[in-house]
């Protein structure tokens, strides 16, 4: 039902103050509201988020005065109160009218009455008989703010964080980027690679079966001495005989195994022999692989080492492949172009045909 003193305020004719527009901040809505101050109970003339205008107020209303009150908004049977600070800008004993504005707001605050406004006037809680009129623009300056809150510490440290990870994001991208570009244009991976050296492999003379001497099992054997008998099938024996100063790499055949002719039966390494890595590149990347080029290797133990581009040449043929002393031989193709590289750090003759992962650095496309 709607309040008899409303209908009156609505039925009086509207009054148009002409003030400077430099004081005009706020439209003034004329919203149910009432207010309450300690145990007093005013009616609202109308207001808006900048103050409001009083009707029926005492006497001991005077102007400068700072109050606390309770501005209660009705809602279909419901009543909502925002307490506010407000100071008295004027005061007519005679009308009895008073007129506030709202001091000490806080965002809070604010926020709720300007819910509230643009609520009534979108239309979304007005009710049948619910009078909104804009009557003109309040003469009181900006409602007082509080002051901004202290930053808080954590938010900083948040924000702080963020940067770092999106910069830490970026620098990681960059890297995968620039060497992403320098693995493509500068370097050359091996399709195959194992560690060799200049062996030198005995073979049976003939069918045979193979006797190996005492002096084999101590590793070391001198030019001309005597590694190994070779029984002949038909009778008699050959000896065989050492062609340098080496060292025992491998026996091929057990004590008194059957051989045929031409099969290894011991790999020997000359003592002025060394280790080196033999790996193959695809045809199309040798253009860019030059001698003296620097290489990146990493062996089967993890030990990572380096070394120098010292030979390249066309691969291994068939023949030289089915003529290996052991197994681990090359695979060979038209499309693989063979490298050797020189390690600087000495390999064990123990690695001997083990897989080697090799980069090799160029100087460029």
Not at 53 to 59: G, K, Q, S, T
Not at 168 to 176: D, E, H, N
Not at 298 to 325: F, K, Y
Request: with cysteine; proline share 7%.
């Amino acid at each position: 039902m709607t309040d008899p003193n409303e209908a009156k305020q609505a039925e009086r004719p509207l009054r148009v103050v002409h003030q400077n527009e430099r004081q005009r901040q706020h439209a003034r809505y004329r919203i149910p509201a009432r207010v309450r101050i300690g145990e007093l109970e005013c009616r609202v003339a109308d207001w808006s988020i900048g103050g409001l205008a009083l009707d029926e107020v005492p006497d001991s209303f005077g102007s400068g005065k700072t109050l606390e009150l309770a501005l209660a908004l009705p809602f279909e049977g419901i009543e909502v109160s925002i307490d506010l600070h407000a100071q008295t800008v004027w005061h007519d004993p005679e009308t009895r009218r008073a007129a506030l504005r709202f001091v000490q707001l806080e965002e809070r605050q604010l926020s709720s009455l300007r819910y509230v406004i643009d609520a009534y006037l979108s239309g979304e809680i007005v009710s049948t008989g619910d009078l909104i009129h804009v009557v003109g623009r309040e003469p009181t300056p900006s409602p007082q703010r509080s002051k901004p809150s202290e930053p808080d510490p954590s938010a900083e440290q948040r924000r702080m964080i963020r940067i770092g990870a999106i910069a830490l994001t970026l620098l990681v991208l960059s890297w995968f980027i620039v060497s992403s570009l320098y693995a493509r244009l500068y370097t050359v991976e091996a399709v195959w690679a194992a560690v060799k050296a200049p062996v030198v492999v005995m073979r049976a003379p003939q069918a045979s079966f193979f006797e190996p001497t005492e002096l084999l099992a101590t590793g070391r054997v001198g030019r001309g001495r005597t590694v190994a008998l070779a029984e002949l099938v038909g009778g008699g024996a050959a000896a065989l005989d050492s062609p340098c100063d080496c060292s025992v790499v491998e026996l091929h055949a057990l004590p008194g195994e059957f051989v045929a002719q031409g099969e290894p039966l011991v790999t020997l390494l000359p003592d002025a022999g060394e280790t080196f890595v033999r790996a193959q590149v695809a045809w199309e990347d040798l253009a860019r692989v030059r001698r003296g080029d620097r290489a990146e290797m990493e062996l089967v133990d993890g030990r990572s080492i380096e070394g120098t581009v010292s030979e390249l040449r066309a691969g291994p043929n068939q023949d030289v492949l089915r003529a290996a002393p052991s197994s681990g031989g090359a695979p060979s193709g038209d499309a693989l172009t063979e490298v050797t590289i020189i390690p600087d750090e000495a390999i064990g003759i123990d690695q001997l045909n083990e897989p080697v992962w090799v980069r090799i650095h160029t100087a460029g496309p």
